[in-house]
């Protein structure tokens, strides 16, 4: 039987996506052990029940996220911390050392605002981003910025087929 | 040079003089006293007394211990000490000198905080102006030092100290004879001793209780080491924050060279020894002694690896004997009267007495001496009078930062460095704080945290790092943000720091957790699951959410 | 070398091996390709025993001890690599990457990097510990090198390289415990300093990327601190 796998985008910059499509024609042949039931590049808006495999790819920043990776942990059997931002915080958790207020003011302050409601139910930014694992609990590590398509295969490979990866002979931080 | 005969002719002359019938009123002038304003009170007495014309000698002494009651004041030929005395009773005291003394001043020496001591190194303290070098020999002073210097060999003096069982005070435990026996046999011609006065557990003053009252008795002991060891040249190492005992030691150190106690030719032999003063910045881990020592030759202070220990390579690479305030102050007893009687007090390993500053939430808080092997129990429910009115004891602290919490069960622990050990505490250098129910032994854990995380030098990873993230998770308990994960990682921090730290304030920075988590780890749990405190004193935040 | 040196013997991991009396556990084991990880040390440097990762167990004896700075001793017996010593030695590591802001994607020395690398050989893929993130400066007033305190673990081979090699003296720390910092004469800006002649020296021992050339951003240039020995060899010393 297929597995149920699910990709996931949080504050991230999406370079760990691009790592998973750059396995290229290698996707092909693992696409036969598995079915995409959620991801940034498929069309599927609610986060499906009893998924075997969720790569999550960024941080997490945002209430949005904090509720998104409860679900998703809720709802998933093997949880992947995939690329720095994932395992580590990495460069969206560089606002750490400073308040919230203060890099809006940073970002925003002297701009005119011209369509306020624009900023109306976006997700409020949490004092502080933390790595997945610091919210719910997660079952494998994937450091790197981004982990290569070669270390994602590896990894996608064994999991499919239920094996174990020792991740550090892979990738490390910053990879 | 002051010849035997002129000491005891000195010593006569203060003895003639406190016969003459004349009253004596002292003083206490140490710092828990002169900071509810003796100076002042000491200066009303003397007025008083001159106005009145009442004949008698307003003097200065060192602590009398029970320091939550003073300011003290005695008066002697009759022992009696007043508590809490104002410059407004001062009439009030001179009156006691004519008349039998007014009901409410009962003695308080005949209570069991006096009465349950046994006093060696404090046997001058509140007796003696620690300013005077006369009544320092008035009460056998500098005797030892003559007895050594004249009529033993320094071999012999090793092993005088060595037959008593003292063990070093600082903490540690470890045999001063054998100590000071390396240091003797080691090679070279330059050697130095030094007094580790770096005193700076939070709660304990015996050092700086010794060096306001008694400053000689210190003087004293580190010269008879010096001959025993082969030293020229001596250091006394004490903390900024200590400027009373700086200035009573440098005026000591002066009076010694004056009477020919330091300098050249002691005691009329050939022998040389002198001792300067060292004054730290304020750093705990300089009270360890490799980063002592860096810190005296003017460097950072920071803890080095040991081998080589100091005995063979100390101070500027040379061999060093380095000993704490109350085991110097040991030594002139122990070489006047014997290591055979001072090894008949106490335990069968730890000999002697040991000196407590009592704290916390306890009647009687103060300075203490008691002879090895006393319970627990009796320092805290006979000498310290138990709990203050409505509160429970919980726990008494002993070692400070390095140390641990000792529960009820446990009270009737003895006091000697092995026992304290197998209850999960240590020795540690005297500070004793005691807890009642109002306190959270989580907090407890959390404050001896963060001042182990503050005062670590920063040099191994481990304490740096480790006392940071075990303060981070402490804080986290007792604000109710912390998850079963963090109490795992707690406790194999516990582990790791204690195993892979360069120097003592790191592996023994985690006994304060170590021990609450041994007695109540219960407390952590509710914390932790019911975001309950059951002391009442850690207020839980509800919002953020619990590390999984 | 002329004179006979005194040879021990002892027995680490299971090989025996021979050393002189006045090597540490650490050269002895290197001299015979056991592998101990380090990063406070380095050749050409004094020693000073502060990274813990080093520690070993030696049979006997329950405490652990620094092989850069522990003599070999006679039948000594010593274990490496225990369950124990890994566990510890992973601890130590993720403190550091906990400790300040380690971010490995963006680091001028990504690629080149002794903590990063030994992260990786320890099997380190997270941090369990949280990240503290601590704010700390960049000083960048030195016309051709930059210190940032971020990527700092507190080593202090520059401070070494400094008095030791190029005898300046420039590097100390100062504060204590997570507050230390390295610095330049009186803390004051690298740029400023009077003292600093701008060897580079502590450029090419920084095993981070604390402080680089600023010249080398953007290249993933490694640095050499094997120069050391050479020097050292070159000026007569130990090398």
Redesign the interface.
Known sequence: MKKKLATVWLDGCSGCHMSFLDMDERLIDLAEHFDLVYSPIVDQKIFPPDVDISLVEGSVSTDADEHKIKLIRERTATLVSLGDCAVTGNVPAMRNAFTVDSILERAFGDRPVTHPEIFQGLPKLLPRVRPIHEVVKVDVFVPGCPPSADTIYTLLRELLSGGSVDVARLTRFGA | MISVEELDQIAETVRTERAQGRHQINVCVAAGCLALHSDTLKGALAERAQSSGISCQVRGVGCMGLCSAGPLVSVEPGAILFQKVKPEDADRVLDSLKAPPAKQHTDLRQTPFFKRQFNVVLENSGKIDPENIDEYIAEGGYRALFHALIEMTPAEVVQEVASSGLRGRGGGGYPTGLKWGTVAKAHGTIKYVICNADEGDPGAFMDRSVLESDPHRVLEGMTIAAYAVGASKGYIYVRAEYPLAVKRLERAIREARRLGFLGSKICGTTFEFDIEIRIGAG?F?CGEETALIASIEGM?GTP??RPPYPAQSGLWEKPTLINNVETFANVPPIVRRSGAWYSAMGTPKSKGTKVFALTGQVKNTGLIEVPMGVTLREIVFDIGGGMPEGRKFKAVQTGGPSGGCIPEQCLDTRVDYESLKEVGSIMGSGGMIVIDDTSCMVNVARYFMEFC?????????????????MY?ILQRITRGQAGERDLE?LI??CD?VS????CGLGQTAPNPVISTLRYFKQEYLEHIHAKRCVAGECRMAATQ?A?? | MTQAMEVKTLRIDGVDVSARADQTILEAARENNIAIPTLCHLDGLSDVGACRLCLVEVAGTNRLFPSCVTRVEEGMQITTSTDRLQKYRRMTLELLFAERNHVCSVCVSNGACELQALGQSQGLTHIEFPYRFPQLPVDASHERFTLDHNRCILCTRCVRVCGEIEGAHTWDVMGRGEKARVITDLDQPWGTSESCTSCGKCVEVCPTGALFDKSDVGTRARKHPEFLTYLNEMRGGQS
Request: some cysteine; overall charge positive.
């Open positions: 750093a881990v950072r080095q690896p995380m503050s005062e670590s030098c920063g040099k191994c990873i481990p304490c740096r790092a480790g006392t940071a993230q981070d990682l194999d921090l790791m195993a892979t730290s360069l959410a590390r999984s």
